[in-house]
């Protein structure tokens, strides 16, 4: 199974940005659909975003507006989250994953290895 870990994490001021990365290893991850959801303290895991193995697809979270962006460099076997406009909403711990099929999935379900996260803090 692939393993994967998040990267780019941090603490940043509202309206800042941060790149994350998604490295896997063990496997290639170029026939895999890719995520990233996000868990804030006390809430659910949630979908942020998800893309194709292709990188031409890609399905958003209503509540990224436009901020977030997903991408995937298949020659380097990773994946990225580009986000703007932080808020501190936006803050939680935020996870990559491999997605059962080479769609972009929504659902956790749809998901069958996960990073460890890495945490993204928004101060006001």
């Known amino acids: 199974q692939v393993q994967l870990v998040e990267s780019g994490g941090g603490l940043v001021q509202a309206g800042g940005s941060l790149r994350l990365s998604c490295a896997a290893s063990?496997?290639?991850?170029?026939?895999?659909?890719m995520g990233w959801f996000r868990q804030a303290p006390g809430k659910e895991r949630e979908f942020v975003a998800s893309i194709d193995w292709s990188g031409g697809s890609k399905r958003y979270a209503d509540f990224v507006k436009g901020r977030f962006t997903i991408s995937r460099d298949n020659t380097k076997n990773t994946m990225y989250l580009q986000m703007n406009s932080l808020a501190p909403e936006d803050t939680a711990v935020y996870y990559c994953?491999?997605?059962?099929?080479?769609?972009?999935?929504?659902?956790?379900?749809?998901?069958?290895?996960w990073g460890q996260g890495t945490q993204v803090t928004v101060s006001s």
């Open positions: 994953a491999a997605a059962i099929t080479s769609a972009p999935r929504t659902s956790l379900s749809g998901f069958g290895s």
């Open positions: 063990g496997g290639t991850i170029s026939n895999n659909g």
